[in-house]
């Protein structure tokens, strides 16, 4: 893959985890089966909430459409992944490379959006109990999830135009198991300056503000469960909240760790290992922490499964 005029470069070589040897196809196998139970886990939260008439509350369709987005995060890297390490390194096409990266962000970014509409969603249903039905409508939930998907595409969409004005005529492997911004800046021969700075420009939307509203949601929530009387009411409250805040603490605790904290040559290997939070653990966790800690989406399964609900 010698230069040819501008662009030599027509596909990078993805490393994945070195030195794996036979290891390798256990990590394989123990990939795949958190890929297959991520993906029913999810699957079942979508098809419970567009056929259960338990679940019709406004939660669970938030619930519906992160299920769905964490669907469309792990597909668009596993799948790949997998090949990378059974290969022990495998190539992918710069276009290739640069669609798997705008479909992680895209997702990434809707995710961090429906996340923040949630946080908002139980800010009403604890603080504002009276008013949230009135406020909380169908139309404003659809319009909430319609603007959490579109804004995500605007925003990755800007990135996306810039990335693939880039020109990669240099080295082409990638230390990673999949294609992310910075190892594509780094290997990229052309002026990266304008893609730099757009995403510091939309980290203020895609992360900052995102993280704020969750956090303001979160202190008047707290605020407002202190000031109850009773014990059970207090336990009540939290429980509606506990399952979210859970899922908000996994994602943006490892998304913080990777993107934030710095990273030397010598914790490339932790970067990848927290990579795979975010990436196949934190999807897993989320039908999972929903499902262990909601007695509604039980009830819903079991009538599903059973006809009537068990007790």
């Not at 029913?40 to 938030?62: A, H, K």
């Not at 605007?154 to 996306?160: A, I």
């Not at 039908?287 to 059973?306: D, G, H, T």
Request: glycine residues 4%; charged residues 10%.
């Amino acid at each position: 893959m010698t230069a040819n005029n501008e662009t030599a470069v027509v596909e990078f070589f993805l490393l994945g985890f070195r030195n794996l040897h036979a290891f390798r196809f256990v990590l394989v196998t123990i990939l795949l089966l958190v890929y297959l139970v991520m993906l029913v886990g999810n699957l079942l939260i979508v098809t419970l909430v567009s056929f259960s008439g338990l679940l019709r509350s406004p939660m669970y369709f938030f619930l519906s459409h992160l299920s769905f987005c964490d669907i469309l995060f792990t597909t668009d890297v596993l799948p790949n992944m997998l090949k990378v390490i059974i290969q022990e390194g495998s190539t992918l096409s710069v276009a290739g490379c640069i669609a798997q990266y705008h479909v992680f962000g895209f997702s990434a970014t809707t995710e961090s959006f429906l996340l923040t509409v949630m946080a908002y969603d139980r800010y009403l249903a604890i603080c504002n109990p009276l008013r949230y039905t009135a406020v909380m409508t169908l139309s404003l939930q659809v319009l909430l999830v319609a603007s959490s998907w579109f804004l995500s595409l605007v925003v990755t969409l800007t990135s996306l135009l810039l990335i693939c004005r880039l020109q990669f005529c240099g080295p082409n492997v990638i230390d990673h198991f999949f294609c992310d911004v910075a190892p594509l800046l780094e290997l990229s021969c052309s002026d990266t300056s304008l893609v730099r700075i757009e995403i510091y420009v939309s980290s203020v939307p895609i992360v900052l503000f995102p993280f704020l509203v969750i956090m303001g949601s979160y202190i008047s929530i707290f605020m407002n469960i202190i000031r109850i009387s009773s014990t059970s009411g207090r336990q009540k409250a939290f429980s509606t909240c506990s399952s979210h805040l859970t899922v908000v603490s996994l994602y943006y605790g490892t998304l913080f760790v990777v993107y934030v904290v710095p990273t030397s040559i010598s914790s490339l290997n932790l970067n990848k290992i927290l990579s795979l939070l975010y990436t196949v653990v934190t999807p897993l966790f989320n039908p999972i922490v929903y499902s262990l800690r909601n007695q509604e989406i039980k009830n819903a399964l079991e009538i599903q499964l059973f006809g009537r609900q068990r007790y």
